[in-house]
């Protein structure tokens, strides 16, 4: 075999071996559209992506994660949100699904790992770098998305946390009076497999609340006065938490709305996102 066509199978080995990426490897500015892109092997670890026409390295991500109580949901319920941002190409955003809780698993760290995993995929697979974060969550997800900011993104890379109705802190003295706040932490410690009593210290270690800092990235949060889910003291407690520490915070409650917000609400909610993230991204 001459030199030439060595040289020649050398290259057709390498490049039929490399592991095929969404991009185009020349074109770093070029818009993306990717649905339900898997950014691990399970089943439900998938997203939807978008990154706008630009310059990435200057380019700020939202990351949406959706609600349902660690156990079921879908990327679908925030699925207007990221047609909003793919028309406004403000931002990149991916609405992700990530790993739901069951009897043989927990939620955490399960789930933050995911959240790390998909904006990992996105530094790597569609080479964004991702050191501009805004956070987006909703119930559950914003549980999620705040522990993440809170407790893991040691980097510092998150810039703003949205947190619609989310549990922040289950050692909140309104989950453990008896009544109906009792009841609904029964389906907690159902699903985090764990009872409250004897794991008091375990229960604080999830909670956002009590991983806030100094350093913690500015937050907005929205409650509804009428929750019969989360209790509104979640909100407070946490606006309390930040201003401890003099994290940068908004925090709006809704006396006629419950775990999910009525028009007029939805519409003041929206409008505060929007100035918030455009204030820190």
Not at 143 to 170: C, E, I, M, R
């Amino acid at each position: 075999m001459n030199r030439k066509t060595l040289l020649i199978f050398t290259l057709f080995f390498l490049f039929s071996c490399k592991k095929q990426q969404p991009e185009n490897e020349t074109d770093f500015t070029r818009e993306v559209l990717s649905s339900d892109y898997a950014y691990g092997s399970h089943n439900q670890q998938k997203m939807d992506v978008y990154i706008p026409q630009g310059d990435r390295d200057t380019m700020a991500l939202l990351v949406l994660v959706h609600g349902g109580g660690w156990t079921q949901g879908d990327k679908s319920s925030f699925a207007q949100w990221f047609e909003y941002e793919k028309n406004r190409g403000r931002y990149a955003v991916i609405n992700i699904n990530y790993r739901l809780d069951n009897t043989q698993t927990r939620p955490l760290p399960m789930q933050t790992d995911d959240i790390h995993s998909a904006i990992q995929s996105l530094r790597n697979d569609f080479m964004f770098p991702a050191n501009r974060i805004g956070m987006i969550g909703a119930s559950a997800g914003a549980h999620l998305v705040s522990q993440y900011a809170y407790k893991y993104d040691t980097a510092g890379n998150v810039k703003a946390v949205v947190n619609f109705v989310g549990p922040v802190d289950f050692n909140d003295p309104e989950y453990h009076t008896a009544g109906h706040w009792e009841w609904i932490f029964s389906g907690i410690e159902y699903i985090f497999n764990l009872p409250y009593s004897g794991n008091e210290i375990q229960y604080a270690e999830w909670s956002p609340y009590h991983h806030v800092t100094s350093q913690s990235p500015p937050s907005i949060l929205f409650y509804g006065l009428q929750d019969t889910l989360v209790p509104y003291s979640q909100g407070e407690r946490l606006h309390q938490r930040l201003n401890q520490f003099n994290v940068e915070n908004e925090y709006y409650l809704y006396p006629d709305s419950g775990h999910r917000f009525n028009n007029t609400d939805t519409q003041h909610a929206l409008s505060k996102t929007a100035a918030f993230l455009e204030r820190h991204l």
